[in-house]
T-cell receptor, first 113, second 116 residues
């Protein structure tokens, strides 16, 4: 079955770049996602990338996809205190009738002043 | 443009009672999904519905759990005879044309169920 793995914790100094990594096992993944969850809140869709793309950039966010290694990363430039949250990687597969996302366990990003 | 609306945000039930969680999808969205998040874990898919139809319930426990998305009104996730292990955050998500078509999936704020 599908599996998505992330490291649990990341600490970064304010102003530095954060890089959150994710690996997945399903070679037929179609879309790969990054969601942000602040304490007690829902999941905010940050960005997603179609599997035929290598990179997607949106303001401070850069997503890199290495499909050969099944590795996805999220880079946050100029990290701010408001970026403190749990970041979830997720993937979906375009099999017929399959509409579900498989999530990683999340990476808790802590910003050091 | 309101997002996915869930209520109640917090629900406390005693063992054996019933829990009903409601979800109104974003305007124009006809695809609804329910996910469960246990403490310190990622989200796990439960069920996918379109209006009046359950499309995929492969993640739903076989007993005590049911979901519906009627022609009119919100989607409902119902948990009968709750047990302590049902304590979790239940998230609803919606999509305009389905995840396979557009990739987009938007989540609500979640309903946090505590079973005493």
């Amino acid at each position: 079955g599908e599996d998505v793995e992330q490291s649990l914790f990341l600490s970064v100094r304010e102003g530095d770049s954060s890089v959150i990594n994710c690996t997945y096992t399903d070679s037929s993944s179609t879309y790969l996602y990054w969601y942000k969850q602040e304490p007690g809140a829902g999941l905010q869709l940050l960005t997603y990338i179609f599997s035929n793309m290598d990179m997607k950039q949106d303001q401070r966010l850069t997503v890199l996809l290495n499909k050969k290694d099944k590795h996805l990363s999220l880079r946050i430039a100029d990290t701010q205190t408001g970026d403190s949250a749990i970041y979830f990687c997720a993937e979906s597969t375009a099999n017929f009738g399959n509409e579900k996302l498989t999530f990683g366990t999340g990476t808790r990003l802590t910003i050091i002043p | 443009n309101a997002g996915v609306m869930q209520n109640p945000r917090h629900l406390v039930r005693r063992r054996g009672q019933e829990a009903r969680l409601r979800c109104s999808p974003m305007k124009g969205h006809s695809h609804v999904y329910w996910y469960r998040q246990l403490p310190e874990e990622g989200l796990k898919f439960m069920v996918y519905l379109q209006k009046e139809n359950i499309i995929d319930e492969s993640g739903m426990p076989k007993e005590r759990f049911s979901a519906e998305f009627p022609k009119e009104g919100p989607s409902i996730l119902r948990i009968q005879q709750v047990v302590r292990g049902d304590s979790a955050a239940y998230f609803c998500a919606s999509s305009r044309q389905g995840v396979r078509s557009t990739g987009e999936l938007f989540f609500g704020e979640g309903s946090r169920l505590t079973v005493l």
